[in-house]
């Protein structure tokens, strides 16, 4: 009993010494990031994030003291909107707009940023810290701040790379010459896990390969994939289920500018996929698109229009519903999306329509999209999901699908509809 006294006189002291300690970190006075304080007329600023490689905020408010970092835009002196899109060489190339709010409205500027295919995360947020701290001078300047601001200028014959890291050639993402790759960007990769226990097995290979060229004139992208999942349980009859789906393919798109905001183009691909009942298929479409804003302005807004038409083949596993074998058949394809990045949010929205030309009751229609938006103060909630109308499942099997198959999904099963959902909120 004295033991279980002690004990519990030595636990209500340990509490009471924790909740001091916590009352006293909260007491404390906070050095927050960009907070001056001989300067309260600092710029506030609200950093909004909408490509990758700059979600690290911690580090941009290290690099740019001189301003105010706030969390909301409505009471932010300058909102920064950043977004990107893959450049010619494989790196991104981002676009940050400088948008004025308050005292600032209408002072507005935008500036570019471009990496390098092989740039590490550390290259592409210190490049890109220096573009923000650049652009924020044109505010900062009006505030206390501007008395200790610096002009530096890097050597480009070998002076020191953005924020004193040294390196030839200027900054990161700046032009070292002739691209010897002339512009084409080649990735592989190859993965691979597996679980299990007494009476079950899995296991999962995947692979993908692609190569890429863009530039303003002509973009091609081709790329490879494979993948073979296994799956094994023992019954309680003793006896084991194993299923194996497989699926491999290459695909090849050529698009060609005729103009600012139209282009022609070509879509190909070859493969198989024991999911929907296909030992090979092909097919090659030509098509054409429009796109109602230039492609300078891709990486804030697109609409774009797009038509292919063209034909299809496949050579079916078993012999299918329609009790086809193998069969050439051709298709169009139509397709519209929106694509918006504004200061409110995010939006994107795609519908495409699928129809085989030899009976043109079979079809597909599928409408996407999702997005995120600020609603108002420190609020903003997301969406995102799928609807498809199905009307043109030609490999269906004819033969079916067993119990394991359905239970493991090896096999798609008829079906009219399709959907998925997902959403959010944040405060």
């Known amino acids: 009993m004295y033991i279980i006294r002690v004990r519990g006189w030595l636990m209500a002291r340990v509490a009471w010494l924790a909740g001091i300690f916590v009352l006293a970190i909260l007491a404390a006075p906070v050095d927050v990031a960009g907070q001056d304080p001989e300067g309260a007329d600092l710029v506030n600023l609200f950093f909004d994030c909408q490509a990758p490689g700059c979600h690290d905020l911690d580090f941009f408010r290290r690099e740019a003291p001189f301003v105010n970092w706030v969390r909301d835009r409505e009471v932010a002196d300058v909102h920064v909107l950043v977004t990107s899109q893959t450049n010619g060489g494989g790196g991104r190339l981002y676009t940050l707009a400088f948008i004025g709010l308050g ?79 002339d512009f084409w960007v080649f990735r592989i990769s190859a993965n691979g896990f597996m679980n299990g226990q007494a009476t079950s097995r899995f296991s999962n290979m995947f692979s993908n390969v692609s190569a890429n060229r863009t530039t303003e004139a002509l973009k091609i992208n081709i790329g490879g994939r494979f993948s073979r999942n296994v799956q094994s349980f023992d019954l309680s009859d003793g006896s084991t289920v194993e299923e194996i789906r497989r699926d491999w393919g290459t695909d090849l798109s050529l698009v060609r500018s005729v103009g600012a905001q139209w282009a022609l183009g070509l879509r190909g691909d070859i493969g198989s996929s024991t999911f929907v009942n296909q030992d090979l298929r092909w097919s090659l479409k030509p098509g054409i698109e429009y796109n109602f804003f230039p492609y300078s302005e891709s990486s804030r807004r697109s609409l774009t229009l797009q038509y292919l038409v063209g034909l299809n083949y496949f050579e079916y596993t078993e012999r299918t519903i329609f009790n086809e074998q193998f069969e050439t058949v051709p298709q169009q394809v139509a397709a519209a999306e929106l694509s918006l990045v504004e200061p409110w949010g995010r939006w994107s929205t795609s519908v495409t329509a699928q129809q085989y030309l030899h009976d043109t009751s079979k079809y597909n229609v599928s409408i996407s999209g999702n997005f995120n938006i600020r609603l108002f103060q420190g609020f903003s909630v997301r969406m995102g999901g799928n609807y498809a109308w199905i009307r043109d499942q030609l490999y269906i099997s004819a033969a079916g699908a067993t119990d394991e198959q359905i239970l493991l999904r090896q096999r798609q099963l008829g079906t009219s509809y399709r959907y998925f959902m997902n959403f959010g909120i944040e405060y």
Not at 136 to 153: C, G, N
Not at 156 to 180: E, L
């Open 103 to 181: 005292d600032f409205e209408g002072t507005d500027q935008e500036l570019s940023y471009s990496t390098a295919g092989d740039a590490t995360t550390d290259e592409q947020r210190g490049g890109l810290a220096e573009r923000v701290k650049l652009g924020l001078v044109a505010y900062a300047q009006t505030t206390s701040a501007a008395d200790r601001l610096r002009v530096v200028f890097d050597d480009p014959q070998g002076g020191a790379r953005p924020g004193g890291r040294p390196g030839p050639g200027g900054p990161p993402g700046a032009a070292g010459g002739d691209d010897p790759w």
